[in-house]
């Protein structure tokens, strides 16, 4: 399976939530200019209008760029110029060095982009457990605890379909290591509390759970299914 790691802020290198790449990272500063006016919503029809007039078909195609990004509300370096800025606090960008696409960070929250995990199901995985991961692919850039509640559940249904259905999960993990299933994985679902004296109950929501726990727990299932 590809190498994965959870975007964290200062992290030298994580799996880009752009493009999905296990990549360094560089990290910027954000500073701020005093401006005349407050920036507006760009007018797309009046942008699009001005692309169409441009003589140089090098210039439209660099200019629909801009205003895609513009749109989609990207953010990337402009002109540099001079004048007196000031720093802003607790926001911060860092760029892949893969795509070089920026991520924007409120204190150690990935605001920018909203995106989900890049992470696939398995091809081998049974259609209502593939459910549930892409479910809890699509929320957990804003809720790791709801994702990881999810997936647990998602590991309890894969245990029937493999043919342990007791509701004990250490049981049935128990039982799917006796045919075969990696030690490596029983340990790794241990550590998330999946199983265990601190196992979570599949679908309850757990406090303790955070970003780092619900991206192993990706990992985990599609494990599972390979093993």
């Not at 660099?62 to 540099?80: D, H």
């Not at 039982?175 to 340990?187: F, R, T």
């Amino acid at each position: 399976m590809a190498r994965m790691k959870v975007p964290a802020l200062g992290a030298e290198s994580f799996s880009c939530p752009h493009c999905g790449a296990f990549s360094a990272q560089e990290w910027f500063r954000c500073y701020a200019q005093e401006a005349s006016f407050p920036p507006q919503p760009e007018d797309e029809q009046a942008n699009q209008l001005a692309i169409y007039r441009m003589e140089s078909m090098d210039d439209r195609n660099a200019a629909r760029e801009q205003l895609s990004k513009l749109m989609a509300g990207y953010v990337w370096f402009g002109p540099q110029s001079g004048g007196s800025r000031v720093s802003v606090e607790n926001l911060s960008l860092s760029r892949c060095c893969s795509c070089k696409e920026f991520a924007v960070w409120l204190y150690d929250k990935l605001i920018f982009p909203r995106t989900t995990l890049t992470t696939m199901p398995h091809d081998d995985m049974p259609e209502d457990v593939a459910h549930d991961f892409s479910e809890a692919a699509g929320i957990v850039s804003v809720s790791p605890r709801g994702a990881a509640a999810l997936l647990r559940l998602a590991i309890q249904k894969l245990c029937r379909h493999l043919g342990e259905d007791s509701e004990n999960l250490n049981k049935n993990i128990g039982n799917l290591a006796a045919k075969g299933l990696s030690p490596i994985v029983q340990k790794g679902l241990d550590i998330v509390r999946v199983i265990g004296n601190n196992a979570v109950h599949p679908g309850q929501i757990d406090l303790n759970d955070d970003r780092s726990v619900a991206y192993s727990l990706f990992e985990f299932v599609n494990l599972i299914v390979e093993n």
